[in-house]
């Protein structure tokens, strides 16, 4: 985790930073006080995502009764919210992750539709018997209920959010409001940003696009086209669907009502201003340097500080339906043994610093002639002759290890996929997320 340090910017706004908190509290009806923050997309969360909503809700929590976090949801990236990562089980006894739907396809949106313009329906269980465990079953059934309980949102992104909050009630007191990021823009604070934007778009593109040179893969660049230039903001068409948008077509949208919804780096700059901490994951913290860039140039606003939290924690591979002898991982490569077939005799903890007696004469043979002289070759070809001889000796043992090996790259596949931190947190054992949540409250206290 981290924290700004004491007495940095998230204690001293200015006066317009301090004027826009307030306009925008008090547009999203978020109670005084002190006011902690996070958001994603709202997808099944991993616990490195989880991590930073525990944070949220347990700095609210060290601030008092007058304190509240706010979920801050993502809105307006394109994600699927019904979807969830689960183990299944092949034919040949290995697990695989695989994507599955929990609800009906809507036939009117598009496949990469935002999650707001998607609508909020009941939820099915997928028809499928391969899942790899009981402990993936349970997670499953667990979402399933958790979003057949929000079945009242108003979109399948507050949806999902909801049945993700609901799902961690554990760990994360629920928060004070649900904030999708369109919203963002009908506050009179942001509105007033907006304004700016579009009544000078060619300084707003190139103060953007100056920025990005900081971390160039954090974001595309604004077309620069005069008074036509594209703005940070998307449009979204019938199909809910988003599209960029040049200064003309968002201001004949915003005067005639039509969604917008702001971009990365406006959007998490107006979360930030109306939060006395926001907390950002570790994707957020590396491109945050390009949004702290831009609204300091172009909106002569310096933004406050943020803090971060992420984890690191997996399941347990059983829970997964993995299950391997790791004992073939002992084993000497095929690639080993065949150039060295007396590694099958020895400890394979011992045999990478030890040559058999007969190789080092055969080596030191070699050496020790001149150079492309016939005792070289001779000494050459009974260092090949020895080896075929032990090939043959120990031909039995090398086809089993050459099929062990192709067991071996299985099991280390499956290790890999066990160490996956991105299954989603439901996947975990209580008592796992318990640990994590103690030690991020830990930090919290002692800041």
């Known amino acids: 985790m981290h924290f700004p340090a004491e007495g940095s910017k998230e204690k001293e706004l200015s006066p317009l930073a301090s004027k826009?908190?307030?306009?925008?509290?008090?547009?999203?009806?978020?109670?005084n006080g002190?006011?902690?923050?996070?958001?994603?997309?709202?997808?099944?969360?991993?616990?490195?995502?989880?991590?930073?909503?525990?944070?949220?809700?347990?700095?609210?929590?060290?601030?008092?009764?007058?304190?509240?976090?706010?979920?801050?949801?993502?809105?307006?990236?394109?994600?699927?919210?019904?979807?969830?990562?689960?183990?299944v089980l092949e034919r040949t006894g290995t697990v695989r992750r695989t994507s599955l739907r929990i609800a009906a396809e809507q036939a009117k949106f598009s496949i990469d539709a935002v999650p707001f313009a998607r609508p909020?329906?009941?939820?099915?269980?997928?028809?499928?018997?391969?899942?790899?465990?009981?402990?993936?079953?349970?997670?499953?059934?667990?979402?399933?209920?958790?979003?057949?309980?929000?079945?009242?949102?108003?979109?399948?992104?507050?949806?999902?959010?909801?049945?993700?909050?609901?799902?961690?009630?554990?760990?994360?007191?629920?928060?004070?409001?649900?904030?999708?990021?369109?919203?963002?823009?009908?506050?009179d604070a942001a509105r007033s940003l907006l304004q700016k934007m579009l009544a000078a778009p060619e300084k707003c593109a190139a103060s953007f696009n100056a920025a990005l040179k900081i971390d160039p893969r954090s974001a595309r660049p604004l077309?620069?086209?005069?008074?036509?230039?594209?703005?940070?903001?998307?449009?979204?068409?019938?199909?809910?669907?988003?599209?960029?948008?040049?200064?003309?077509?968002?201001?004949?949208?915003?005067?005639?009502?039509?969604?917008?919804?702001?971009?990365?780096?406006?959007?998490?700059?107006?979360m930030r201003l109306t939060c006395d901490l926001f907390f950002h994951g570790m994707g957020g913290v590396r491109y945050e340097r390009v949004g702290d860039r831009w609204w300091r140039d172009f909106l002569d606003i310096e933004l406050p500080?943020?803090?971060?939290?992420?984890?690191?924690?997996v399941p347990f591979a059983s829970d997964l339906g993995i299950n391997f002898d790791?004992?073939?991982?002992?084993?000497?490569?095929?690639?080993q043994a065949w150039w060295d077939p007396t590694r099958l005799d020895r400890d394979n903890e011992e045999s990478p610093a030890m040559i058999e007696p007969n190789r080092v004469a055969l080596l030191q043979a070699i050496q020790d002639a001149p150079r492309k002289s016939t005792q070289r070759r001779a000494a050459y070809r009974a260092l090949?002759?020895?080896?075929?001889?032990?090939?043959?000796?120990?031909?039995?043992?090398?086809?089993?290890?050459?099929?062990?090996?192709?067991?071996s790259k299985s099991i280390r596949a499956q290790i890999?996929?066990?160490?996956?931190?991105?299954?989603?947190?439901?996947?975990?054992?209580?008592?796992?997320?318990?640990?994590?949540?103690?030690?991020?409250?830990?930090?919290?206290?002692?800041?």
């Open 20 to 31: 826009l908190r307030c306009q925008l509290r008090d547009s999203l009806q978020i109670p």
């Open 34 to 87: 002190f006011v902690a923050g996070t958001g994603h997309q709202p997808i099944t969360l991993h616990c490195g995502l989880l991590a930073k909503f525990i944070a949220a809700s347990s700095v609210a929590k060290a601030h008092g009764p007058q304190s509240c976090w706010v979920h801050f949801l993502s809105d307006q990236d394109i994600v699927d919210p019904f979807r969830i990562d689960v183990p």
């Open 120 to 187: 909020s329906q009941r939820p099915r269980r997928p028809d499928i018997e391969s899942l790899a465990s009981p402990a993936a079953s349970l997670a499953l059934d667990k979402v399933i209920a958790a979003v057949q309980d929000a079945c009242d949102s108003p979109n399948a992104g507050v949806q999902m959010a909801r049945a993700m909050m609901q799902c961690a009630s554990r760990w994360v007191n629920p928060p004070c409001a649900i904030v999708e990021s369109r919203t963002l823009l009908a506050c």
């Open 223 to 270: 077309r620069e086209n005069g008074s036509r230039s594209e703005v940070p903001v998307w449009g979204v068409r019938a199909d809910g669907c988003r599209e960029r948008l040049d200064a003309a077509e968002a201001q004949r949208r915003f005067e005639n009502g039509l969604p917008l919804l702001p971009r990365a780096f406006l959007a998490s700059g107006l």
């Open 305 to 313: 500080e943020f803090g971060s939290a992420t984890a690191t924690v």
């Open 326 to 335: 790791t004992n073939a991982l002992q084993q000497p490569s095929w690639r």
């Open 384 to 407: 090949c002759d020895h080896i075929n001889a032990l090939r043959k000796i120990k031909s039995a043992e090398l086809t089993s290890l050459e099929n062990v090996e192709k067991q």
């Open 416 to 447: 890999a996929l066990a160490n996956d931190r991105t299954w989603p947190f439901v996947l975990m054992r209580e008592a796992t997320i318990d640990s994590m949540a103690n030690s991020i409250r830990h930090h919290i206290g002692q800041r």
